[in-house]
C-alpha cells in the first residue's frame, strides 16, 4: 500500500515515502503538477496487521496529507483522529477517494466515520467539501 511513481519512458519505479508499515492510496495530482494529496494511516494509533486476510476490516484512522513530490516530507492536511483539532469528530476516521479543484483551493472527499469497535470497523461513508486559505501548491513554497 506504498505509493509509487512510475516513469513510462525508462520504465523506472520510485517509491515516493518507502512506508513500508503504512497504508497509502486514492493519490492524486495538484494543479501544478508538483505535489500530490493522498490518503494514509501514518498518524493514525492502530498498527494494522497486514498478514490478517480481513487486514482491510481491522479499526484504523487515516487522513489527507500533502506530498511535494521529489522533497520526501509530507504535510499532514486533515487532523479528524485530533482530540486537539476543531475537525476531531470523537469516533474513529477514515479518509478515502479525492478529487482537488482546479484552482487547488478545494478538496472534495469520501470521509467514513468508525461505528465500530476495537476488534472490527463499522464505517459509515460521507460526501465532504475542505476549503483551504490558499491553493495547495502554494503550500510548499
Not at 486476510?53 to 506530498?67: D, M, V
Not at 504535510?75 to 476543531?86: I, M, S, Y
Not at 487547488?104 to 461505528?115: A, C, K
Request: glycine share 8%; hydrophobic share 40%.
Amino acid at each position: 500500500m506504498d505509493l509509487y511513481i512510475f516513469d513510462l519512458r525508462s520504465g523506472d519505479l520510485k517509491n515516493l515515502l518507502n512506508s513500508p508499515h503504512s497504508w497509502e492510496e486514492g493519490a492524486t495530482i495538484t494543479p501544478d503538477g508538483k505535489s500530490i494529496v493522498y490518503m494514509s494511516n501514518t498518524a493514525s494509533s492502530f498498527n494494522l496487521d497486514f498478514n490478517n486476510p480481513n487486514w482491510s476490516a481491522q479499526p484504523t484512522e487515516r487522513g489527507y496529507w500533502l506530498l511535494k513530490v521529489g522533497s520526501g516530507k509530507p504535510e499532514r492536511l486533515t487532523f479528524f483522529n485530533d482530540k486537539a483539532a476543531p475537525e476531531f469528530i470523537g469516533k474513529r476516521v477514515i479518509v478515502a477517494a479525492l478529487d482537488i479543484s482546479p484552482d487547488g483551493r478545494h478538496l472534495v472527499g469520501t470521509l467514513g466515520v468508525d461505528y465500530g469497535n476495537e476488534k472490527k470497523a463499522n464505517v459509515q461513508l460521507k460526501v465532504i467539501l475542505i476549503e483551504f486559505a490558499q491553493a495547495l501548491d502554494k503550500w510548499n513554497d
